[in-house]
Nanobody, 123 residues
Framework: QEQLVESGGGLVQAGGSLRLSCAYSGRTFSRYAVAWFRQAPGKEREFVATTNWSGDSTYTGDSVKGRFTISRDNAKNMVYLQMNSLKPEDTAVYYC????????????????WGQGTQVTVSS
């Protein structure tokens, strides 16, 4: 079982930027794909971005493409989500999650989840 802890959320004005971090621990985490999801009140959990175990392959969801970038640094046991040009509709709790496969966008595929970090974007 992998352990993940998100941080870096907060309140930001529309058009601003935040970088979320996901600190991980676990015996085989470096071989796990990691994804970011988000969930706004009253809405389904939404795929944001994912990266493979090495970080050399990434994919982002349509709603954040061109604005958000996922990356990882296994030497630091960290996965990041750089969020630029933030919009009010980006307001949500953001979660990082891990699975043994890569390229999945469905939350049910992911085995281990962090506790989430709140991102609020004001107009």
């Amino acid at each position: 079982q992998e352990q993940l802890v998100e941080s870096g959320g907060g309140l930001v004005q529309a058009g601003g930027s935040l970088r979320l971090s996901c600190a991980y621990s676990g015996r085989t985490f470096s071989r796990y794909a990691v994804a970011w999801f988000r969930q706004a009140p009253g809405k389904e959990r939404e795929f944001v971005a994912t990266t493979n175990w090495s970080g050399d392959s990434t994919y982002t969801g349509d709603s954040v493409k061109g604005r958000f970038t996922i990356s990882r640094d296994n030497a630091k046991n960290m996965v990041y989500l750089q969020m630029n040009s933030l919009k009010p509709e980006d307001t949500a709790v953001y979660y990082c999650a891990a699975t043994r496969g890569y390229g999945y966008t469905r939350p049910s595929v992911y085995l281990d989840w962090g506790q989430g970090t709140q991102v609020t974007v004001s107009s």
